[in-house]
């Protein structure tokens, strides 16, 4: 059986109150043990002593508080100790568990992986458990608490549930049938399995925006050496993030900010200025970086300088297309800013910081235009659409079969494929990969 698994669930470091979780079938002992005491009532914060069962020591004033299996968020019986979070407090606790037989320290991602082992979490859930305790803005909270809820996992174990009756059918023919049967599937069950393959289809051609919400949307700031892109990017974060200089050629290697645009997680970045004759090899290896990020980023801002208006950077005009925000620059200085537009400029000046608000109003709109998600509850993950893609190609080869004994097995395929995401289904090779990713604690 499990052993009992203990960790601190807060952040390491000083705080105001740390909490030391423990779980597993000792987590009672372990208590009573630092204690002294009789178990307090479940689900019943009480104020306690705890000291060191071997030195007597004190460690603690603390608020403890017991779960009893398998009302726990793991399913077993859990312990929390609410510590005062100073370090001292927090070390002498983890290092009393330490001397405690039965326990060990938790491995990252470990009290979720036994509530998904217990029953408690499918896949998705306990996905949705680390997106959450990495959300950085409001729509991503959204997306995980949504997920967390069951969300999606319900909508995958309904498709499979529809897919276990189609099977269950398919399998009544084979039974049933005098002969072997002619042709593949039944013409019952045909429409269920194409309806399910056009709804999988549906739901992957959602460009990707669970994904992408997941992670932030790509956002590069491209354009010819010393248009303004650094201090573009300086003036949307507020912050010094790339180096501003008026030598051209700058920016070599490819520079980050996160963003927070009206909820949207935004990954916003400069790049090397597009230039034909580069200094050395290293700005030559920046523009390259430059291209390569332009032509992967989700949204492109294409930054020319308006002071040499009407003459815009060719090779930045070449990477114009239906993503892209066009800004002229430097509007402190340039007279003439109303000649081109066909591109449909913002004008701004990162110097003074007129025009700021309208780009990111702009940025803000084309990131909730990839982002946003709607009723349906979208994939977050490689994962779950490596699976989906599975799931639907199988269910065409089932369409196509000769034999329905040949359809019944594609169709098993295909339940399966579902059933791995939520986790219903051998999926022990793919526990370790995901919660490895987890914090300590959780
Ligand atoms: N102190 C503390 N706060 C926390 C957590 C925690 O573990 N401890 N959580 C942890 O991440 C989250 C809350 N999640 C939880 C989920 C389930 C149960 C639980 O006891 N479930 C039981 C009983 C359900 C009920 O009473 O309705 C069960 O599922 O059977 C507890 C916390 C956020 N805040
Ligand atoms: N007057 C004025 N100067 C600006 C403005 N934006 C940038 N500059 C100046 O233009 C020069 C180049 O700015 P950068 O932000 O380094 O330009 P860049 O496009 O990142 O340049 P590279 O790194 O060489 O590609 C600096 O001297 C800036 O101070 C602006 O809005 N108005």
Not at 287 to 308: E, L, S, Y
Request: charge should be negative; hydrophobic fraction near 45%; include cysteine.
């Amino acid at each position: 059986m499990f052993t009992t698994i203990y960790a601190l669930a807060t952040a390491p470091g000083r705080s105001g109150v740390a909490v030391v979780r423990i779980s597993g079938p000792e987590a009672g002992s372990a208590l009573a043990a630092l204690t002294g005491r009789p178990l307090p009532a479940p689900r019943r914060a009480v104020l306690t002593k705890l000291r060191d069962p071997r030195s007597g020591d004190a460690l603690d004033d603390a608020l403890v508080l017991r779960f009893t299996a398998p009302a726990s968020f793991t399913g077993e019986d859990v312990v929390e100790l609410h510590l005062h979070g100073g370090r001292a407090v927090v070390s002498g606790v983890i290092e009393a568990l330490a001397t405690l037989p039965g326990l060990r320290l938790a491995e990252p991602g470990e009290f979720t992986r036994r509530a998904f082992e217990n029953g408690k979490l499918d896949l998705t859930e306990a996905e949705a458990v680390a997106d959450l305790i990495d959300a950085e803005t409001n729509a991503q909270r959204r997306q995980a608490l949504r997920q967390m809820g069951g969300a999606l996992g319900r909508l995958y174990d309904g498709w499979r549930e529809r897919l276990t009756r189609a099977l269950a059918h398919i399998e009544a023919d084979i039974d049933f049938a005098e002969d072997d049967l002619p042709g593949g599937v039944a013409d019952a069950v045909r429409p269920v399995i194409a309806g399910l393959a056009g709804e999988i289809a549906a739901h992957l051609d959602d460009g990707g925006r669970g994904e992408r919400l997941r992670e932030g949307l790509h956002i590069a700031i491209v354009g010819a050496p010393n248009a303004g892109k650094s201090s573009l990017l300086n003036a949307l974060a507020r912050r010094d993030a790339a180096i501003v200089s008026a030598r051209a050629g700058t920016t070599r290697d490819i520079i980050e900010v996160h963003l927070d645009l009206g909820g949207y997680p935004v990954v916003l970045a400069d790049t090397a200025g597009l230039r034909e004759a580069a200094a050395d090899e290293v700005e030559e290896e920046g523009i390259r970086r430059a291209r390569d990020r332009a032509a992967r980023a989700d949204v492109k801002v294409a930054v020319f300088d308006a002071t040499t208006l009407p003459d815009l950077d060719p090779a930045t005009l070449d990477l114009i297309d239906r993503d892209t925000v066009v800004v002229f620059n430097k509007t402190d200085l340039a007279t003439a800013t109303d000649l081109r537009p066909d591109l449909s400029p913002i004008l701004v000046s990162a110097r003074t910081g007129a025009g700021l608000k309208a780009l990111e109003e702009k940025l803000t709109e084309f990131s909730a235009d990839r982002l946003a998600i709607g009723s349906a509850p979208s994939l977050t993950r490689a994962r779950h659409r490596a699976a989906l893609t599975e799931c639907r190609e199988s269910l065409l080869r089932a369409l196509d079969a000769p034999l329905p004994e040949l359809a019944a097995e594609d169709v098993r395929l295909a339940s399966r494929a579902l059933g791995r995401i939520t986790g219903r289904v051998d999926v022990e090779d793919l526990l370790d990969v995901i919660f490895r990713d987890f914090c300590i604690g959780k």
